[in-house]
């Protein structure tokens, strides 16, 4: 079985493996990860870990000792443009990652550790809320610094100027933060000055977020587009056709552009 399809398989199993899920992204670029040896190193991460981490620990214990237990894998903002901040099994080896990637190896150590431990998407970050009734919230990407409900408050006005909302400190879905990781490598992607090379990474985001049971249907459209770029020209318009199916109701003009453009995908053979 290929990542790919294991990927689908685990984004459609309750409860979603977000960490294998992770780490199956990284079978895209790396086509010789080896998945299950990157779990061992996982275990073998939590199990160095776990001294700092005494069983029945308070959630601040636990988060001071993970933060010890972790000391060395922490953010830095050149790396936002590194595609390898954004595949977990890099950041195992590279000590470095996106909020969002350090974030997930936290959640992972101490889920094996027994400590409670959830993702939570603020707008513009993420960070791990440990302990279930009384939560303490850790900043992975800063080292695991703890942050007080106005530390976090800051975090978010920094990031998009708007104030800190209850519902933000909600759990994260982990459905919602693959589709969000896939989105950060698409954009990075996008910015790429190599033209193909950006095509196809974006193609494999794509591809890998249409597999989520949930997915914006713009997804389709990119897909056939890239397709295109890409030379596979009756592919690229067989998707913009059923994109434009799907859509032409509720949005009949971007029906119409991509009917038009799948219509130029198909005069390209002749």
């Known amino acids: 079985m290929s990542s790919r399809q294991r990927f689908g398989q685990v984004v459609r199993a309750e409860p979603v493996d ?4 992770c780490l199956l992204v990284g079978g895209e670029v790396d086509r010789d990860l080896d998945v299950d040896a990157a779990l061992g190193a996982l275990d073998a991460l939590a199990a160095a870990v776990r001294p700092h981490v005494p069983p029945g620990c308070s959630p601040r214990e636990a988060a001071l000792g993970l933060q010890v237990g972790l000391l060395g894998y922490l953010g830095s903002a050149r790396d936002y443009a590194d595609v390898r901040s954004s595949l977990l099994h890099e950041v195992l080896r590279r000590r470095r990652g996106l909020p969002l990637t350090m974030s997930v190896l936290w959640v992972e ?6 400590v409670a431990a959830t993702p939570v998407a603020l707008p513009g970050h993420v960070v791990v809320a440990i302990g279930t009734d009384s939560l303490v919230y850790a900043d992975p990407f800063a080292g695991g ?4 409900l106005p530390a976090l ?6 990031a998009t100027g708007a104030p800190l909302r209850p519902e933000d400190l909600e759990p994260a879905d982990p459905l919602d933060l693959l589709l969000r990781l896939l989105t950060n490598v698409r954009a990075l992607a996008a910015r790429q000055d190599r033209a193909l090379e950006s095509a196809r990474t974006r ?9 989520l049971p949930r ?3 713009g997804l389709r459209r990119e897909r056939g587009e890239l397709l295109v770029r890409l030379g596979n020209h009756l592919g690229g318009a067989a998707e913009l056709e059923a994109y434009a199916q799907v859509v032409e109701g509720a949005d009949p003009v971007a029906a119409g552009q991509a009917l038009g453009a799948a219509r130029l995908a198909r005069a390209r053979l002749n």
């Open 109 to 114: 150590v101490a889920r094996r550790l027994g």
């Open 203 to 211: 193609l494999w985001a794509v591809e890998l977020s249409l597999l």
């Open 18 to 21: 977000l960490g294998l899920a």
């Open 145 to 148: 610094e703890i942050l007080d």
């Open 153 to 158: 408050a800051a975090l978010v006005r920094a």
């Open 215 to 217: 997915h914006p249907v």
